[in-house]
């Protein structure tokens, strides 16, 4: 069944073919510039509203809603029409709005610190129930504007290739988002990063590096032993030189496992001839993995050592750890089986 904002244009004025042509902008007015609900264009004649409302009915519905650092996070699980859950993730600052919007109900990556992979896969959402997301998350954020979306939520977006790629388009060609304000995470799909640098859009990048030797990536990161850091590297090159684009790299904090100085290290030699910018994130805490992130005196001086090894670096800070909002933290799919996973170190 077709949501909102699963539509094209073309579509909307087929759905509206028997009724005056001006209808089909003020629906789409409606849907993607003033962010409401069907139910809510009240300018609607009532009968057309309520049949539009039944042909197209939201994607998402609330099953949870908390809120944590003040107000300023706010966490959403969404049931969808099968059943399905996912979670989005609304951050208010100072200068900015930010949501952090899931591709996958599940993931399929099996990435052993990330809650989401531990849980493992459930479906691929539609354009739809992406874009869905953050006009959800926009309305919560009024009066202040959304004005970045980042796809680190739950899911692989370049496993959701098809529907990355026409949400970006969407948000930025009928919702007017900058596309630099666009981020894109991906654990490292080197291939969909070479294809996705073809599309010609402005967006950022941020690949999930967390290990720059492939012993410990591979233990955290199993899809690096199908495109491992060579191979990554590869695809890196290609996304600066075909988009030239900045890219970043993020980097999540693990107490003994890479944040050590030889770990530093091995980021500098990777990063630096790519230019990347690093995030250092410390680890955020999930059920099915047993090891902590970094503390934060750990977390200063390894940003003091790439520092002194030239690497441009940010600490990010958590978000939401409370409320299970925070990066990786992300799991609603109820019928998760949770393991245990231990790491050799
Ligand atoms: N699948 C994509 C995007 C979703 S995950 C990806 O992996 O990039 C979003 C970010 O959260 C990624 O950088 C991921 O590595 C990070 N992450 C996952 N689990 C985490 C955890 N427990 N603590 C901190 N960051 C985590
Ligand atoms: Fe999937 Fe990203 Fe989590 Fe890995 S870190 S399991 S790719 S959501």
């Known amino acids: ?20 042509n001006y209808r089909v ?64 993730v609304l951050m208010a600052y100072d200068d900015r709005v930010t949501v952090c919007i899931s591709t996958q109900a599940g993931c399929a990556m099996g990435c052993t610190f990330c809650a989401t992979g531990q849980a493992g896969f459930t479906r691929q959402l539609s354009v739809g129930e992406v874009v869905e997301q953050v006009v959800f998350a926009a309305r919560a954020a009024a009066p202040r504007r959304l004005s970045n979306v ?87 090159e290609d996304w600066i030189a075909t988009t030239s684009r900045r890219l970043s790299f993020e980097w999540a904090l693990i107490d003994g496992v890479n944040d050590t100085e030889r770990a530093a290290g091995e980021l500098a030699r990777y990063a630096l001839p790519l230019r990347a910018h690093v995030n250092l994130i410390p680890l955020n805490p999930t059920p099915g993995y047993l090891v902590m992130g970094s503390p934060r005196e750990r977390v200063r001086e390894f940003k003091e050592s790439l520092e002194e090894l030239g690497v441009n670096v940010t600490v990010r800070n958590t978000r939401g750890r409370s409320i299970d909002a925070a990066c990786g933290q992300l799991a609603s799919v109820t019928n998760a089986k949770r393991r245990p996973v231990t790491l050799r170190r």
């Open 150 to 236: 980042v796809f680190m939520g739950m899911g692989e977006p370049l496993a959701n290739y098809a529907v990355t790629v026409a949400t970006v388009k969407a948000l930025h060609e009928h919702r007017g988002l900058s596309a630099r304000h666009l981020t894109v995470s991906t654990v490292g799909v080197a291939p969909a990063i070479e294809r996705l640098a073809k599309e010609g859009l402005a967006l950022t990048l941020a690949v999930s590096l967390h290990a720059a030797n492939d012993v410990t990536r591979s233990e955290l990161i199993p899809l690096n032993r199908r495109y491992p850091l060579e191979r990554l590297r590869i695809a890196c």
């Open 1 to 20: 069944m077709a949501h909102p904002y699963d539509l094209s244009r073309e579509q909307l004025a087929e759905l509206l073919s028997s009724e005056p």
């Open 25 to 88: 902008e003020q629906v789409w007015r409606a849907l993607w510039n003033e962010d409401r609900l069907i139910s809510e264009i009240t300018t609607l004649p009532g009968a057309l509203r309520r049949r539009l409302a039944e042909e197209l009915p939201s994607a998402l519905s609330v099953k949870n809603d908390v809120q944590s650092d003040r107000g300023m996070t706010r966490k959403w699980v969404f049931e969808l029409s099968d059943g399905a859950t996912v979670e989005t």
